[in-house]
């Protein structure tokens, strides 16, 4: 004998085999997620090509300065009009470059005039109605102007008599074939009243993340001012809602039928009424509770989406096991010292069933962040949509984005990924007493 | 002494008050608000479900001609059901083959480990961490034909190019195949539980009778843990024949219903097609088979306990 402890024959082969078997599976189970994150913050140019890339480029930024020494004309809406040409038309033309950003300066005199920044994530939410074709007219933009300030697609902010800026003479265009393509561009297509003055290109590490941003101004007039972002909060006030009425109702329900009720038939018989349920399986009430819901008037909230969920006999089967056990010796000095059955229920359940609680709530907030069938068949406009509905819905759209969708699919990830490392030993205590999968 | 004395004074007291008035309220008003809830989202929906479906149910004008058994009689007799019923026995199948084994063995080679044991159950939990709507939409990326990784991938060790999605006889695989990567999750640390409650004394016993680490995997943990394997398998049946999301978000039951499922058709007839009889009474048939798998896990747990 070596040492305290005899190394078996075959197990140390079972040991590495163990390893290998896990670290394999592992990877197997990350690699998906690893591919996600980086279609998210793919360009969209490589989004689009027929081999997959899988190392994202850096997008371009470009800034353009716009001379207009000697112009009459004071009104800003010109000036925009102007900015936005000198912006969308090129973009368009060449957007198959990964440009990230265009920024434009208008200079007067000596002075700044304006300034308007895109980014790409408002281009290309922009892109099917601001630009669809490779028609470049000034009379298109002109009708465009509106919906770009309605969407906010584009920043613009008028100076007037801004701070003085020189230019220097010379070329001031960046020797890039980027750069030459777009100053070959504006000299010959002739759309800008500015002069063209400064052309430079650079690098936004920042730019790479912008399928996160395209998200706040994708569904900007139909779900809100928080665009996509509106989506994820509506899921999560549905989340909040079903579990405070579990963790306070269902968790009120389940201590009287525990310890409440003396009698056994009675206790049974409210058991088996909860618990029963677990049988009914959700797509078999769907017309029902639809048509419920309806009858209410309650379709197309979030009423609607959140109310079945308050029903749940698996949440009352695990607090009920947890409250059996509670000491009995205890409830009753706290009714001996006079509490009231309530303040029993505040005062002394609740701190000791810490455990149960944190369970529950992880437990119902997993599936009803992930719930997809009912809020997709109680809701129709989209100010209502939970994030599962509003993410399928992108995928049918007319011009679908693999790394929008795969931007929203790590957002969707991120407050389960935050509530199962926070909570994995609640998780696992709650498997050993409860004994099912939940 | 005394504790007890004056518990028993009290237990008295308690029953005299309690012969005194009746009712107690208190337990009625806390369970009150889950009694009423129960009642109106699970048995009063099921009950409607029996009854529309009893009916050749007219939205406008509820509940619209009477029909008897005939809407039963007509999604039996048509093709479709019978197709969704196929398709679900061969999704199960597949997904016995290629999901439902492997957080079984996970948690085996898991339960081997000492170092980092903690680490590696938080890791096994982040590809389920994923809401199903997204990871069918990655994966569905990863399938296109043109596109995609897969083709890619496999077009480099030379196969391919395969329709995946578009492909008839390859949709069911393409289906559950996801399942695969994302199967570790709870189920895992459930089996990992299992294992971890085993008596060591068994273990020690099977080791002086000179029982392999190998051998002991199938003669001491996997009978041990049969039990939980079995509820867990009735459990993962009625997912399978429950599941509506991945189908749905991946290939909304095409192409030419190649994987159309039942769950698929209840929303198909009744949002679609506006038959809600028809619809009600598809429900009430999942009922049932849910009821029957339902009794017996409740049945084995309970020959266990």
């Given at each position: 004998m070596k040492g305290n402890r005899i190394v078996e024959n075959g197990q140390r082969r079972l040991t590495i085999v163990s390893y290998v078997v896990t670290i394999v599976f592992l990877v197997l189970g990350l690699l998906p997620l690893v591919w996600l994150f980086i279609t998210s913050i793919m360009d969209n140019n490589s989004i689009d090509s027929f081999t997959p890339k899988f190392v994202p480029k850096v997008p371009h930024s470009i800034s353009i300065t716009l001379d207009y020494s000697g112009m009459d004309n004071n009104d800003p809406q010109f000036y925009e009009k102007d900015a936005m040409k000198a912006t969308w038309f090129p973009w368009m033309a060449h957007m198959k470059e990964n440009i990230g950003e265009i920024t434009v300066t208008g200079v007067k005199d000596g002075h700044e005039l304006y300034r308007a920044k895109t980014i790409a994530a408002q281009f290309y939410v922009g892109q099917p109605f601001i630009v669809p074709t490779q028609i470049f007219k000034d009379s298109i933009m002109a009708q465009r102007l509106p919906q770009i300030e309605d969407r906010k697609l584009s920043e613009f902010t008028w100076y007037g008599q801004g701070d003085a800026v020189s230019i220097s003479g010379g070329s001031n265009i960046t020797d890039e074939p980027l750069s030459q393509q777009l100053a070959y561009f504006f000299d010959k297509r002739d759309i800008l009243d500015g002069k063209l003055v400064v052309l430079q290109q650079s690098h936004n590490w920042w730019r790479l993340f912008d399928s996160y941003l395209s998200l706040n101004y994708l569904a900007l007039q139909s779900a809100g001012s928080f665009g996509f972002y509106q989506y994820f909060i509506n899921s999560f006030i549905v989340c909040i809602g079903v579990i405070a009425w579990q963790l306070v109702l269902g968790g009120m329900g389940s201590y009287a039928m525990s310890q409440l009720v003396a009698n056994k038939k009675i206790r049974f018989s409210l058991l088996m009424y909860f618990l029963a349920t677990i049988m009914i399986p959700g797509v078999s009430i769907l017309i029902p509770q639809y048509l419920f819901m309806q009858k209410l008037g309650l379709l197309d909230s979030l009423w609607a989406i959140m109310l079945p969920h308050f029903a749940w006999g698996f949440v009352m089967f695990l607090f009920k096991g947890f409250f059996d056990q509670l000491p009995k010796e205890l409830l009753q000095a706290a009714r001996v010292d006079g509490a009231s059955e309530f303040s029993t229920f505040i005062r002394i359940v609740i701190p000791m069933s810490i455990p149960v609680f944190t369970i529950v709530a992880v437990l119902t907030f997993i599936p009803v962040w992930n719930d997809f069938l009912w809020p997709y068949v109680v809701t129709k406009s989209q100010h209502s949509w939970t994030f599962t509905v509003a993410l399928n819905d992108l995928q049918n759209s007319k011009n679908p984005r693999p790394n929008w969708i795969s931007a929203g699919g790590v957002i969707s990830m991120i407050p389960l990924l935050l509530v199962f490392i926070g909570t994995q030993g609640a998780i696992e205590k709650g498997i050993n007493f409860s004994g099912i999968k939940g | 002494m005394e504790n007890q004395r004056e518990l028993q004074l009290f237990e008295t007291n308690q029953k005299r008050s309690r012969s005194r008035k009746k009712i107690r309220w208190t337990p009625i008003l806390f369970l009150l608000p889950s009694i009423i809830v129960f009642f109106v989202f699970k048995y009063y929906p099921i009950f409607d479900a029996i009854y529309i479906s009893l009916f050749n149910y007219d939205i406008i004008n509820p509940p619209g001609r009477f029909v008897g058994f005939g809407n039963y009689e007509e999604f039996l007799g048509s093709e479709t059901f019978w197709i969704a019923m196929k398709n679900t026995f061969i999704f199960l199948i597949l997904s016995m083959a290629i999901v439902f084994w492997v957080p079984i063995v996970q948690a085996l080679f898991l339960s081997n480990i000492r170092r980092f044991n903690g680490m590696y159950r938080v890791l096994y939990q982040i590809p389920s961490v994923l809401p199903i709507v997204a990871g069918v939409l990655l994966w569905k990326w990863m399938y296109n034909p043109d596109r995609g990784l897969f083709n890619y991938l496999l077009g480099k060790i030379g196969l391919g190019p395969y329709?995946?999605?578009?492909d008839l006889h390859m949709t069911k695989l393409a289906i559950v195949l996801p399942g695969f990567f994302a199967s570790g999750g709870v189920g895992m640390l459930l089996y990992y539980a299992a294992i971890k409650s085993i008596s060591s004394e068994i273990f020690e016993a099977a080791k002086i009778d000179g029982c392999g680490p190998w051998r002991r995997i199938g003669m001491i943990i996997l009978p041990n843990i049969t039990f939980v394997i079995l509820i867990q398998f009735i459990g993962f049946m009625s997912g399978v024949l429950l599941s509506f999301d991945n189908i749905f978000v991946m290939t909304q039951g095409g192409p030419a219903d190649a994987s159309l499922v039942v769950a698929l058709m209840i929303q198909k007839t009744a949002f679609v097609q506006s038959r809600f009889g028809i619809s009600a009474a598809l429900s009430f048939f999942m009922f049932i088979v849910i009821v029957i798998l339902t009794v017996i896990q409740f049945r084995l747990q309970r020959e266990e306990e």
């Open positions: - | 329709g995946w999605l578009n």
